[in-house]
């Protein structure tokens, strides 16, 4: 039996998991469309943070080949420093303004993992 609290933690996990695949999708088509235009393309790119923060639509900048990297392992994602999650994340990376973050293994990953079910972008595809 699940308690109250079990319930009510997983309803907090599943909206965070929505929230994360969401802006997900929103960046793999900024690097999609960013990939059409190459030889004008910036440096770095911006992104969504893909922090379980409901409501966060900060930007994060990262080299293009950093973000085809991070999306050639389908349970890493991107955040700003200092909004990953403790509690159901671990650090995989930091970097100069942005963290590689992945949920931690448990109810926060299977939630995430089942909404998770993306095509690694290439790093091919994102290089000039």
């Given amino acids: ?30 690097a999609e469309v960013a990939a059409d235009f190459d030889a004008v393309a910036p440096e770095k790119q911006d992104f969504v943070c893909e922090c379980s923060q409901i409501g966060c639509t900060q930007l994060v900048q990262l080299p293009m080949a950093a973000y085809a990297q991070i999306r050639s392992d389908a349970a890493e994602f991107v955040v700003l420093s200092g909004h990953e999650d403790p509690d159901h994340e671990t650090v995989v990376e930091r970097h100069d303004g942005y963290v590689i973050a992945r949920n931690k293994p448990g109810v926060a990953e299977e939630i995430a993992l089942e909404a998770t079910q993306r095509e690694p972008l290439s790093p091919h595809t994102l290089q000039p």
């Fill in 1 to 30: 039996m699940v308690s109250d609290e079990e319930e009510s933690e997983c309803l907090v996990l599943r909206a965070k998991r929505e929230t994360k695949h969401c802006f997900g999708e929103v960046n793999e088509r900024i």
